[in-house]
C-alpha cells in the first residue's frame, strides 16, 4: 500500500500571497497524482490530475508538479474563495489512497 | 451538467444495515467506473468502494471488506452501496464519484449524505 504523506498540516496565508502544498509518496508513482479543493459542506473538486494537469475549468493560478515521490501543488495568488482544505490522491489497481490533507486557512 | 445525487442514509443502530442510492445524470453512466469515498467526522477523505463500468470488477478498503457491497444498474443510471453489519467508525458522509476518462481519479463527486451509526 502507498502512504501518501502531506506537509504541512496547515497553512496561514493571506490573500495575494503564494500557496505551496506537498505531498510525499511512500514509493514512486510515476505522475500518477491528483489534487482536490474540498470545501465545508460542498463537494470535493478536482484540481490537477497526472501531476501537473489542470482539470476542466481549473483557473491557471494552480499549478502542480512533481514525479516520482514528491509532489507540489501551487497557488500562485490566492483568491478568497481558495481557503479550504487539499488533499492529493494516488490510485493503483483498485487501492486509491488520499493524504491526510492540508487545511489552508486565512491569516 | 453531469449531477450525481446520494440518498439513502441516516441513524442506524450499530450491527444494522443501510443501502445507499445515487442518481446520476448528465453523462454516460455506462462509460465510466463508479465509486463511494467517505468522510468521518474531523477526519480526511477515505476511498471506500469501486465498480467498474460493466460491474466486471470491483474494489473495497479493507475497513469495508466482507460488510459492504458495491452494485450499479446502467439501465437506471444508478450506483448502490449495500452495507451491513454496521459499526460506529463508519460514520460518515458519504459521497459517490464519478471515474475520470483517465481512470485514475475521480473527476466528479456528489453532496453526500450522511451515515450515522449510533445506539
Known amino acids: 500500500e502507498i502512504v501518501l504523506t502531506q506537509s504541512p498540516a496547515t497553512l496561514s496565508l493571506s490573500p495575494g500571497e503564494r500557496a505551496t502544498f506537498s505531498c510525499r509518496a511512500s514509493?514512486?508513482?510515476?505522475?500518477?497524482l491528483a489534487w482536490y479543493q474540498h470545501k465545508p459542506g460542498q463537494a470535493p473538486r478536482l484540481l490537477i490530475y497526472?501531476?501537473?494537469n489542470r482539470a476542466t475549468g481549473i483557473p491557471p493560478r494552480f499549478s502542480g508538479s512533481g514525479s516520482g515521490t514528491d509532489f507540489t501543488l501551487t497557488i500562485s495568488s490566492l483568491e478568497p474563495e481558495d481557503f479550504a482544505v487539499y488533499y492529493c490522491?494516488?490510485?493503483?489497481?483498485?487501492?486509491?489512497?488520499f493524504g491526510q490533507g492540508t487545511k489552508l486557512e486565512i491569516k | 451538467e453531469v449531477q450525481l445525487v446520494e440518498s439513502g442514509g441516516g441513524l442506524v443502530q450499530p450491527g444494522r444495515s443501510l443501502r445507499l442510492s445515487c442518481a446520476a445524470s448528465?453523462?454516460?453512466?455506462?462509460?465510466?467506473?463508479m465509486h463511494w469515498v467517505r468522510q468521518a467526522p474531523g477526519k480526511g477523505l477515505e476511498w471506500v468502494s469501486g465498480?467498474?463500468?460493466?460491474?466486471?470488477?470491483?474494489g473495497y478498503a479493507d475497513s469495508v471488506k466482507g460488510r459492504f457491497t458495491i452494485s450499479r444498474d446502467n439501465a437506471k443510471n444508478s450506483l448502490y452501496l449495500q452495507m451491513k453489519n454496521l459499526r460506529a467508525e463508519d460514520t460518515a458522509l458519504y459521497y459517490c464519484?464519478?471515474?475520470?476518462?483517465?481512470?485514475?481519479?475521480?473527476?466528479?463527486w456528489g453532496q453526500g449524505i450522511l451515515v450515522t451509526v449510533s445506539s
Open positions: 464519484a464519478k471515474d475520470s476518462s483517465g481512470g485514475k481519479e475521480f473527476d466528479y
Open positions: 448528465g453523462f454516460i453512466f455506462d462509460d465510466y467506473a
Open positions: 465498480i467498474s463500468w460493466n460491474s466486471g470488477s470491483t
Open positions: 514509493q514512486s508513482v510515476s505522475s500518477y
Open positions: 497526472d501531476a501537473s
Open positions: 490522491q494516488h490510485r493503483i489497481n483498485w487501492l486509491y489512497s
